[in-house]
């Protein structure tokens, strides 16, 4: 459990002080309250002609709010710099709007975290959320409690929020991310009674799923080796990519392991839909005859991406 972020704040700190080559930035600078920098995304382009399509400012104010609701709140007790924050962006595609307010949207939140020693941000999470349901009046503000059901947008933006912080804390502490991965199931449960996608029957996407997943202790090797992906073969990838490739092999392995225990669960989806172009660049890398025993490999651990994976060994 991680009580303080000494060495999560050292770290990160250093990391993306030296992706951006920000030498003028002194550690004494004060730290910032925020820990998210999410960019909020709204397309229009699916709702049908007779609906709010052509009412863009409503849009525009949508997204606005949405933005300050993530970046401006204080997720955390902990301190970030600015240049710490976790990048992450949410794209929303609107499918049906009414004039009382009510919408549904097709959503992609994707979360991101600075790779050392490069200008590279590796991609920690990619999630298609099919059931963003919520309700929006123009002028309202959007207000939130942890131990309170507010509304479905709120309640969807906090968990989201929390996903992102589990996450990235993850990556760079090994169960970094518990007290995050938590809340964000207090959130679910909190909304068990709103409808779609909170619910635990039927859709292992939902969001229910993805939370109870970050604290199954079935899945526990997965989260550890969350961070053996990132903080020890990524991190090290530019100095020795050997070595961190088989640190890589050797998670592919784990979760080989614990997919012929309990097969079907969302966190498996996730992480390849967040890193299967990732391990394609990086197995590319690789001499022929390593390309080719991990093949097999990838194709039964990501099907859906096979025909890609069998390309490597040519």
């Known amino acids: 459990m991680k009580n303080s972020i000494t060495y999560y704040t050292f770290y990160k700190y250093t990391l993306c002080w030296v992706m951006a080559l920000m030498g003028m930035l002194a550690l004494s600078q004060p730290l910032q309250a925020q820990e998210i920098n999410c960019r909020v995304t709204i397309s229009t382009d699916q709702i049908q002609v007779n609906e709010q399509r052509g009412a863009t400012q409503i849009y525009t104010e949508l997204q606005n709010v949405m933005q300050e609701f993530m970046n401006n709140r204080r997720w955390t007790n902990d301190n970030f710099a600015p240049e710490e924050k976790i990048n992450c962006s949410l794209a929303l595609i609107i499918t049906k709007a009414t004039a009382t307010g009510d919408y549904e949207a097709n959503a ?20 298609v959320d099919r059931n963003f349901v919520f309700k929006y009046i123009s002028g309202t503000p959007l207000t939130y409690n942890d131990n309170n059901y507010n ?54 996407r939902s969001r229910y799923w993805v939370a109870e997943n970050m604290l199954n202790q079935q899945l526990q090797s997965l989260r550890e080796g969350f961070y053996t992906y990132h903080r020890i073969a990524m991190d090290n990838y530019a100095t020795d990519p050997a070595a961190s490739r088989k640190q890589i092999t050797e998670y592919l392995n784990t979760i080989k392991q614990v997919i012929q ?54």
Do not use: H
């Open 151 to 204: 509304d479905n947008l709120t309640q969807i933006l906090a968990f989201y929020a929390y996903i992102a912080l589990a996450y990235d804390y993850d990556s760079f502490e090994k169960m970094g991310g518990i007290n995050a991965a938590q809340k964000a199931l207090n959130v679910v449960n909190l909304a068990q009674n709103a409808g779609g996608g909170w619910s635990s029957s039927n859709d292992i």
């Open 261 to 314: 225990n309990r097969p079907g669960q969302i966190w498996y989806r996730l992480f390849f839909e967040a890193k299967s172009a990732e391990l394609l660049n990086i197995y590319g890398d690789a001499p022929l005859d390593e390309r080719k025993k991990i093949v097999p490999l990838l194709t039964s651990l990501d099907p859906n991406n096979s025909e890609a994976y069998r390309k490597l060994s040519k």
């Open 108 to 127: 992609r939140f994707q979360v991101t975290r600075p790779v050392y020693g490069s200008a590279y941000e590796t991609v920690i999470l990619n999630y």
